[in-house]
């Protein structure tokens, strides 16, 4: 499974690209707006410290709008995909855009049936909302499994990429699902790491080689 971040904070994805286990950056408006940088300025600083796919969302909501924002953003960096909103003019943008080499992360998907459209328009990353589907009382890991068996009955090369990650259950189920990818906020991919018997055992082994006297 690929990880990654869900930030437009360059100091948080230096620090996850030190783990060596960034494979790539998720942006949307809103991270952008609390980051309280420039758009451009702060996907080339993302792109130019993860080589992995850096996901930047266009705007419009019409599809010459789409096409003119994601000729901007696209020339930003060589690993820029292009985030479209899950619309029919969406798709027509994501169809245009994956058709001419770009890759494309389709954004807001909440149905199987929008994974389905968005995978015959050819999306390179389809990106389910997990949290914001289990907020409505809906379970967001269901629609990952539909996706799966939808995406592996017709071999469909578009990637699964996990988005609206609240906590590391969520990453493990997804995993064990068989996503591709998935994207979560910095702070939940440290949790992954952290086991509070993993603190306890450092701690009782520090103490009795301490005891030991002895030094590698
Ligand atoms: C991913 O691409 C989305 O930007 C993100 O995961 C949305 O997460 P949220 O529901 O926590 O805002």
């Given at each position: 499974m690929k990880f990654f971040a869900d930030t437009?904070?360059?100091?948080?994805?230096?620090?996850?690209?030190?783990?060596?286990?960034?494979?790539?950056?998720?942006?949307?408006?809103?991270?952008?707006?609390?980051?309280?940088?420039?758009?451009?300025?702060v996907l080339k600083d993302i792109a130019e410290v993860c080589p992995g796919p850096v996901s930047a969302e266009v705007v419009g909501l019409d599809y010459d709008s789409m096409m003119r924002e994601a000729e901007v953003l696209r020339k930003v960096a060589k690993n820029i995909a292009i985030k479209v909103p899950l619309t029919p003019d969406g798709l027509k943008a994501c169809k245009a855009l994956t058709g001419d080499g770009t890759m494309v992360n389709v954004t807001l998907c909440f149905s199987a049936a929008q994974a389905l459209v968005a995978a015959k328009a050819g999306a390179s990353f389809i990106s389910p909302f997990v949290g914001r589907h289990d907020d409505v009382g809906f379970d967001g890991m269901q629609l990952i499994a539909d996706i799966r068996m939808i995406y592996d009955n017709y071999d469909f090369a578009t990637e699964i990429l996990v988005a609206?990650?609240?906590?590391?259950?969520?990453?493990?189920?997804?995993?064990?699902?068989?996503?591709?990818?998935?994207?979560?906020?910095?702070?939940?991919?440290?949790?992954?790491?952290?086991?509070?018997?993993?603190?306890?055992?450092?701690?009782?082994?520090?103490?009795?080689?301490?005891?030991?006297?002895?030094?590698?």
């Open positions: 437009a904070e360059i100091s948080e994805i230096r620090d996850l690209a030190a783990t060596g286990l960034l494979d790539g950056v998720t942006t949307n408006p809103s991270l952008v707006h609390k980051s309280g940088r420039d758009f451009i300025e609206s990650v609240r906590h590391p259950i969520h990453v493990v189920e997804a995993a064990k699902l068989g996503a591709d990818v998935m994207t979560a906020p910095p702070k939940i991919i440290h949790q992954l790491f952290k086991h509070p018997l993993t603190d306890a055992g450092i701690a009782g082994f520090l103490k009795d080689w301490q005891a030991s006297g002895q030094k590698i």
